[in-house]
Nanobody, 117 residues
Framework: QVQLVESGGGSVQAGESLTLTCVAS????????MAWYRQAPGKQREPVAT???????GYADSVKGRFTISRDNFRNTLYLQMNSLNSEDTAVYFC???????????WGQGTQVTVSS
């Protein structure tokens, strides 16, 4: 099992930026796709950004043009650059990876992002 550990969350003002980092304990090539999800209080967890091994990406409409997902295969690290943050981005952000060879997936423990308007 690959362990995922997120960091980089914090409290910021609206309009500011944050970069989230997710470090995997083993090669991220164990995953066919990696993603960032978020869960706001009282709401369901939702996908925010996705990146496939080939490098293609996808974003939720609410973050398009503001967030950028990327990966460093040598450092086994996933990133989420978040710009122009607003209060609706306040949530716990989770790193996720779907295994290549099984139907399982791995989750990080989450990192809190709080945006004050």
């Amino acid at each position: 099992q690959v362990q995922l550990v997120e960091s980089g969350g914090g409290s910021v003002q609206a309009g500011e930026s944050l970069t989230l980092t997710c470090v995997a304990s083993l090669s991220i090539f164990n995953f066919s796709v990696m993603a960032w999800y978020r869960q706001a209080p009282g709401k369901q967890r939702e996908p925010v950004a996705t990146i496939f091994n080939g490098g293609s990406t996808g974003y939720a409409d609410s973050v398009k043009g503001r967030f950028t997902i990327s990966r460093d295969n040598f450092r086994n690290t996933l990133y989420l650059q978040m710009n122009s943050l607003n209060s609706e981005d306040t949530a716990v952000y989770f790193c996720n990876g779907k295994y290549r060879t099984t139907s399982g997936e791995a989750w990080g423990q989450g990192t809190q992002v709080t945006v004050s308007s």
